[in-house]
């Protein structure tokens, strides 16, 4: 059983451009999460969500910063515009309905420059 | 205050050590503790979790939650260098919910 799955590994962007980050869940998990870890910091919720849904968004950033997870595909992290602040690593997990447990992909490291 | 607290360290033990690793919370809505084990550059590594207070052992891993005193270990014992990473512990109310993270202790196991 395949893990869940991120591309693109790592993601070099100039200040300004658009950075798309790509997750696919573990079989049988329709919840995915992402979350952000910033240099010397904690893994920091981003965005919840659920096959067309987004269930809880209380941790993305106003602007500049989308998610989605659409019927047929993986999830998407979008990021607008990005700044150097927004360098860190990226992680998406997933879990199965009704869990508890969530479960890592390797992250997508981006570096603005 | 943060949510989660946890010692950064780091942390140096010799190989066969017992190994304490300690979080402590402010919010008496969790219910479900989990400890992960994030090795350098990678993914974190869901190690296990409990429900509510009480004690659950994985083959060389205790972890511990007190919710009266809002704190959570997790103990290794006979530590091996491959041991060595950074361990988080996280926390979530209820199920299906996003996990709040402490920041993570380094340790490191020296043979």
């Known amino acids: 059983n395949a893990g869940v799955m991120q591309n693109p590994r790592h993601l070099v962007r100039r200040r300004g451009q658009e950075a798309r980050l790509r997750c696919s869940p573990m079989?049988?998990?329709?919840?995915v999460y992402w979350y952000r870890q910033l240099p010397e910091e904690g893994l920091k919720f981003m965005v919840y969500?659920?096959?067309?849904?987004?269930?809880?968004e209380s941790g993305m950033p106003k602007e500049r910063f989308s998610a989605e997870f659409p019927k047929e595909g993986p999830s998407i992290l979008r990021i607008q515009q990005v700044v150097r602040g927004d360098s860190a690593a990226y992680f998406c997990?997933?879990?199965?309905?009704?869990?508890?447990?969530?479960?890592f992909g390797p992250g997508t490291r981006l570096t603005v420059t | 205050q943060k949510e989660v607290e946890q010692d950064p360290g780091p942390l140096s033990v010799p190989e066969g050590a017992i190994v304490s690793l300690n979080c402590t919370y402010s919010n008496s809505a969790f219910q479900y503790f989990m400890w992960y084990r994030q090795y350098s550059r990678k993914g974190p590594e869901l190690l296990m979790y409990?429900?509510?207070?009480g004690n659950k052992e994985d083959g060389r891993f205790t972890a511990q939650v007190d919710k009266s005193s809002k704190y959570i270990s997790l103990f290794i014992r006979d530590s091996q260098p491959s041991d060595s990473a950074t361990y988080l512990c996280a926390m979530v109310p209820n199920q299906g919910g996003k996990l709040i993270f402490g920041q993570g202790t380094e340790l490191s196991v020296k043979p």
């Open positions: 079989k049988g998990h329709s919840h």
């Open positions: 409990t429900y509510s207070s």
């Open positions: 997990a997933s879990s199965p309905p009704s869990a508890v447990e969530q479960y």
């Open positions: 969500l659920q096959k067309e849904n987004i269930i809880d």
